[in-house]
C-alpha cells in the first residue's frame, strides 16, 4: 500500500464544505502552506479550523480566511506579525473565532485521539473563557471541564514519510502534528522527503502510518520550514 498521491489537488478532492479541520504549526514550523493553498484553490467553504495561529500575510490560512471559506476558528494565537485577514474577517462578523489556551488546545486534540469524552483543567477557571462550562472543585482548586476537538480533516506538515505512511517530524515542526493526525478522520500529510520503507528506524517513527490516510511530497516553491 502506497499512502502517497501524485498531488495535493487529489489529496484534497474530496474535502467538503462545512467541514472542520485541524492545521498542524507553531508560527510557520510545521505549517503545511504547500495543502492550505490547494484548499483555497479547491474552494471548500463554511470550514471551521482548529490551528494555533490565525495564519499571517496573505498566504495559507490568511488567504482562506480573506476568501471568506472559513466561518469558524478554534485558535490560541489568532493575530500575530503581519496579521491582516483575520483582523478583518473578525472585526466585519465574518469569523466566528473561539480562543482556548493552548495547553488546553493540545490536549483537547489529544483528548479527541485518544478516545477520551473530556477532562477538567484548572486553566481558565474564574475567567470568561470559562463561562457556560461545568466546573469543579478538585483537591481545593477550580477545574473547568473541557471537551474533545474533533476533525473531518487534518492536515499536517512533517519532515519525511515512507509509503506506509510512517511519519517523522523536524524540532519544533513536530508541534501540533502527531496529535493532529490521531483525532482526524482523514489525515493528510506533506513532506519534504519520501522515504524508503526501512529507511526510518522503527524507534523513530513519531506518527505510525495507522493515522496517516495520505501523503504528498511538498511543493518546494510554496513550503516553510518544517
Known amino acids: 500500500m502506497d499512502k502517497f498521491v501524485p498531488t495535493a489537488q487529489e489529496a484534497l478532492a474530496d474535502v467538503r464544505d462545512g467541514s472542520t479541520i485541524h492545521v498542524s504549526g507553531f508560527g ?3 505549517l503545511p502552506v504547500d495543502l492550505l493553498e490547494t484548499l483555497a484553490e479547491q474552494g471548500a467553504r463554511d470550514l471551521t479550523i482548529v490551528s494555533n495561529n490565525g495564519g499571517t500575510g ?3 490560512l490568511a488567504r482562506l480566511i480573506a476568501a471568506g471559506q ?5 485558535a490560541s494565537f489568532p493575530r500575530g506579525a503581519d496579521t491582516k485577514a483575520f483582523d478583518e474577517a473578525f472585526a466585519t462578523g465574518r469569523l466566528e473565532y473561539e480562543c482556548v489556551p493552548q495547553g488546553t488546545l493540545a490536549e483537547r486534540i489529544r483528548a ?3 478516545g477520551i469524552g473530556g477532562f477538567f483543567t484548572p486553566t481558565s477557571y474564574g475567567t470568561e473563557l470559562a463561562e457556560g462550562k461545568e466546573t469543579r472543585v478538585i483537591n481545593g482548586r477550580g477545574h473547568v471541564f473541557e471537551k474533545p476537538l474533533h476533525a473531518d480533516v487534518a492536515l499536517v506538515r512533517a519532515w519525511g514519510a515512507d509509503a506506509l505512511g510512517n511519519v517523522v517530524y523536524r524540532k519544533t515542526g513536530r508541534n501540533f502534528g502527531p496529535v493532529m493526525c490521531t483525532a482526524a478522520t482523514t489525515t493528510v500529510v506533506s513532506v519534504e522527503h519520501r522515504l524508503a520503507i526501512g529507511e526510518i528506524d522503527p524507534e523513530h517513527v513519531v506518527t505510525p502510518g495507522i493515522f496517516v490516510d495520505r501523503v504528498v511530497v511538498d ?3 510554496l513550503a516553510v520550514s518544517a
Do not use: I, K, Y
Open 58 to 60: 496573505d498566504r495559507g
Open 70 to 74: 472559513v466561518s469558524r476558528l478554534v
Open 112 to 114: 479527541a485521539g485518544a
Open 219 to 221: 511543493d518546494p516553491h
Open 28 to 30: 510557520s514550523a510545521g
